[in-house]
């Protein structure tokens, strides 16, 4: 019968491959070399493997022992997280956060937002910068940034916030001057591309088993949604934007969308935050405050 897994453990060895030798664990530990070395040995009879490379001057995982820290170490973050959202529940979130945001959705969503959470937490400061340029959050220092479309790998926290459909749009004098049925008729039509798309993009339109790829005969790039909006309202030409971006556009009659029964891929809207598992009370808040009242 095997025996129950002592986790205290863990925190020797996750200690162990970080420090690369008992000598660093047990000073960051508190506790003597022996103790440590003890515990590794006792932690591998309860997993069954070897997960430590052992020699004179240093420590090195095996590759059970990489996968083990990785896991170990995940179960550790959750575990400080849980002790410390519980142990600042009861307590005022102070301080200063700094976010970013595209330009339309920061107007339409993120600053009405900041307004309630501010309203609730009035010791908090917010520093809100509003860009359709993508920027480093981690180089540029800030705490979260809301991030729409489609997100390349990156070390950062992601969380979905809303989901969304990409559509396309035209001016109503534009719609009647087309006779547009399928994405091919759009081939040759002027279009207005976001720098957040890249150059050469194709867009797949489908319609139940239906599929067409579409190749944009791109005459102006913009980096600013609300440009895109104004110039595709006066202009012969169309472009692609999120649906929820357009809702009173649509609405008001100012733009009208094209290809109805069409569709195009969907996207997200996140929460995203630099990878470090220690956040502030005042961070915790305003995503937990984000994601229970941002809707679309």
Request: charge should be positive; include cysteine.
């Amino acid at each position: 019968m095997s025996r129950r897994p002592n986790f205290n453990r863990l925190a020797h060895f996750i200690a162990t491959v970080e420090a690369g030798t008992i000598t660093g664990a047990a000073a960051k530990l508190g506790i003597s070399k022996a103790v440590v070395s003890k515990q590794l040995q006792l932690l591998e009879e309860d997993v069954g493997t070897p997960l430590l490379l052992r020699n004179t001057r240093h420590l090195q995982p095996t590759e059970a022992g990489r996968v083990f820290f990785e896991d170990a170490k995940s179960a550790q973050t959750q575990a400080n997280n849980a002790y410390e959202r519980i142990q600042d529940r009861d307590k005022t979130p102070k301080g200063a956060l700094r976010v970013t945001a595209p330009v339309d959705f920061g107007v339409s969503y993120v600053a009405p937002f900041v307004a309630k959470f501010q309203e609730t937490y009035s010791e908090v400061t917010v520093d809100l910068h509003l860009t359709d340029g993508l920027i480093d959050i981690i180089e540029d220092r800030y705490d979260v940034a809301f991030r729409i479309g489609w997100l390349p790998d990156s070390s950062n926290l992601a969380r979905k916030l809303l989901d969304f459909e990409v559509i396309a749009i035209c001016s109503p004098s534009t719609a009647r001057g087309l006779n547009v049925k399928e994405p091919d008729d759009l081939s040759n039509v002027p279009f207005v591309r976001s720098d957040a798309f890249p150059e050469k993009m194709e867009w797949m339109f489908e319609k139940g088993r239906q599929r067409q790829t579409l190749k944009t005969q791109v005459v102006s790039t913009m980096n600013i949604t609300l440009a895109m909006r104004a110039y595709v309202a006066e202009g012969f030409c169309y472009t692609v934007l999120p649906d929820f971006l357009l809702r009173d556009d649509l609405e008001q009659g100012r733009l009208t969308r094209l290809l109805p029964d069409w569709r195009l891929r969907s996207g997200g809207v996140y929460t995203v935050t630099p990878p470090s598992h220690v956040r502030s009370n005042a961070l915790r808040r305003f995503l937990e405050m984000a994601h229970r009242t941002i809707k679309a």
